[in-house]
């Protein structure tokens, strides 16, 4: 996540380890937080997978290969009208089960006052012009989406 004033940037590099014997092809629906403060991303990129928007995400197919793992990149950029951004990770539980592994690296310019995170950072490096918060989580079933506020 990378925090800006007025705009959140995700990237996100997506694993999957598929135990099935045959090739699978599988839906993936790809939600972002939409509400009065945080519109519909204005650029959108799924490496590798045409996809199609929806109400509140994008759609797209992708093709598993048998006992392998496949991944793919997603990237979108979503304007913010308040000093709170967010992404949801809280569809780990339509899955009904964790995520083997989840690393977070949140970016917000050194210029944000107060700025706090849902979850526990493991470390935080400075420089001039960012701050940037890292975590890592294993068997990660979260109960609430990764929110960042600043003043």
Known sequence: ????????????????????????????????????????????????HGFQRQDSGV???????????????????????????????TTTRKWKRPIDLARFLITVPASFKDVRLTFKTDSVAKSDSTVSYFFTRKRFYPDRDVTVTWR
């Open 1 to 48: 996540m990378d925090v800006r004033p007025g705009t959140l940037e995700v990237r996100g590099m997506y694993h999957f380890q598929s135990s099935a014997k045959e090739p699978l092809v599988a839906s993936v629906f790809y939600p972002f937080p939409l509400d009065s403060t945080h519109p519909y991303p204005d650029s959108i990129e799924i490496t590798e």
């Open 59 to 89: 759609a797209f197919r992708i093709r598993f290969r048998p006992e392998a793992e496949d991944s793919f990149f997603a990237y979108y950029r979503q304007p913010l009208r308040t000093n709170s951004a967010t992404y949801i990770v």
